[in-house]
């Protein structure tokens, strides 16, 4: 019952909000102004309407095409740096593949005129060439000048189809004639060493 | 040391062996040695000429005239039986001598020889053949034969049967006729004459030589023929049943056969042929420099 008494009774706060006044008269009349700006015409808010949106729409149109160029230079540097990885790896793959294949057999030959022949063949034949000049000089003097007669056709033989494979380097036939003529000269070479050497052993 | 014992010595062996080459310059010899049917026989002979004929005894019976710095040495062992001349006094300086043999029909025959001739008749077991200087003149029958001159022709003639055929000379004509089905013949500067009865693989290489072919191609046989200067000519015998591919970079096709050659390429030189006739079991394939061909039938 006492707490019912104490509601009932007026607070000092309260009391004091009451005072307060309702409303606020403003110092001047503001109602002019506003008339006027209600009164603006129509078609200079258009008209600044319409340049709000073109310039929002050039914004778009150059917001999208700048997007679109970055895209598409982001798309292009992808791709790139892609396809350099995958010829880095194709490469990769090439060269642990070549190192793992046996090795192919070199195919002595100066193809042109500007590439040298092989080491292997150069000894080869230098050797059979220095065993020749011993054999050959052994030989009857007619046909020793008629075998040394012959090695030089081979030989200038061998040089002419160079000569005329350095004007058309990738003629399949000049090719196959001088890897034959090379095939020739050391089939000579080797044809008279062995021939000379076995009727030699038997003197 | 001692040099008043060792003159006298040495006079007196010089004097011996200058009697004991007298008793063999010019000597007619002969010596007869027991062999095997089929055996072996090589024969070594430094100038002169080697005449070998194949017979019934199962023996090696050598003549001939030897040479004046030369002796005869035969042996026989183990099937083979081996005839050397030998140079007496080792020089490089020979006199001719004339040998002639027979041996076994069916023995292996090995014959090297330098500036010597050598003819060789009704041997029919394998023959390996080299002459230096000096030229080959033999039969084949079913057994195969390996011929090699330098500076020297060679001559085969080919009996019936199946053989093996491979002769290379540097500069020396060679001529193949009848008999052999499989041949590789190569010359540098010698020209080639090859007139086989039917060709199941042939092979032909020159470098300044010039080709006479003649010959059926057999059912799947393979020609191939190489050349750098030298012309290659083909005279085929019907039935003609092959695929051809000819080229040169320089030379001149003619093909009787009726498909003309062909510009390979349009900045650089080379004509090539390629057809085929009748049902094309058989290839032949050419290639040269400079050098012509020619493909006809007979």
């Known amino acids: ?203 | 040391m001692n040099m008043s014992v060792s003159i006298p010595s040495g006079v007196l062996a010089a004097a011996l062996l200058c009697c004991a080459a007298i008793v063999h310059a010019g000597d007619k010899v002969e010596r007869t040695v027991a062999a095997e049917a089929r055996g072996e026989v090589a024969i070594v002979n430094i100038a002169g000429e080697v005449f070998v004929e194949g017979w019934d005894r199962n023996e090696v019976q050598v003549s001939g005239d030897l040479g004046g710095d030369a002796r005869l040495d035969v042996t026989s062992a183990g099937g083979r039986t081996s005839i050397n001349v030998i140079n007496v006094r080792g020089n490089h300086t020979h006199s001719a001598t004339d040998l002639k043999v027979r041996v076994p029909r069916d023995s292996a025959l090995s014959v090297n020889t330098v500036s010597a001739d050598q003819i060789i008749k009704d041997c029919r077991g394998a023959q390996r053949l080299q002459a230096v200087s000096g030229t080959i003149a033999t039969e084949q029958w079913e057994q195969e034969l390996e011929a090699r001159t330098i500076s020297g022709e060679v001559s085969i003639r080919g009996h019936d049967g199946v053989a093996q055929t491979t002769v290379n000379t540097v500069s020396g004509s060679v001529s193949l006729l009848g008999g052999s089905t499989q041949f590789a013949v190569e010359t540098v500067t010698g020209d080639m004459r090859i007139g086989v009865r039917e060709t199941g693989r042939g092979r032909i290489r020159t470098t300044n030589g010039e080709l006479k072919f003649t010959g059926k191609l057999a059912r799947d046989g393979r020609l191939e023929a190489e050349a750098v200067n030298g012309d290659l000519d083909f005279t085929l015998r019907e039935p003609v049943n092959a695929q051809f591919d000819v080229e040169t970079f320089n030379g001149d096709i003619v093909n009787c056969f009726g498909p003309k050659p062909v510009k390979m390429r349009e900045y650089a030189p080379g004509n090539a042929l390629r057809f085929t006739q009748g049902a094309g079991d058989a290839r032949v394939r050419v290639k040269t420099l400079n050098g012509g061909v020619e493909i006809c039938r007979e």
């Open chain 1, 1 to 203: 019952m006492n707490e019912f008494a104490d509601q009932e009774r007026i607070d000092p706060l309260d009391q004091a909000l009451a005072a307060v006044a309702q409303d606020v008269q403003p110092s001047r009349d503001l109602w002019p102004a506003i008339a006027a700006a209600l009164g603006e015409p129509a078609a200079l808010r258009a008209q600044t309407v319409h340049h709000g949106i073109a310039s929002r729409l050039w914004l778009q149109l150059a917001a999208g095409l700048l997007l679109i160029v970055a895209s598409s230079f982001t798309t292009y540097f992808v791709m790139q740096r892609s396809q350099q990885r995958d010829a880095m790896l194709a490469r990769e793959e090439a060269a642990r593949q070549s190192l793992q294949a046996p090795a192919l057999p070199v195919m002595p030959a100066s193809f042109g005129g500007t590439e040298s022949l092989g080491s292997g063949y150069a000894q080869a034949r230098a050797s059979l060439d220095a065993e020749f000049q011993r054999r050959v000089a052994a030989l009857p003097p007619t046909t020793r000048t008629r075998v040394q007669s012959d090695l030089a056709e081979v030989r200038r033989t061998a040089a002419d189809i160079a000569a005329t494979l350095s004007v058309h380097p990738n003629h399949p036939l000049l090719q196959e004639l001088l890897l034959s003529t090379y095939q020739s000269e050391l089939a000579l070479l080797s044809s008279v060493n062995e021939m000379a050497s076995a009727t030699e052993t038997r003197l």
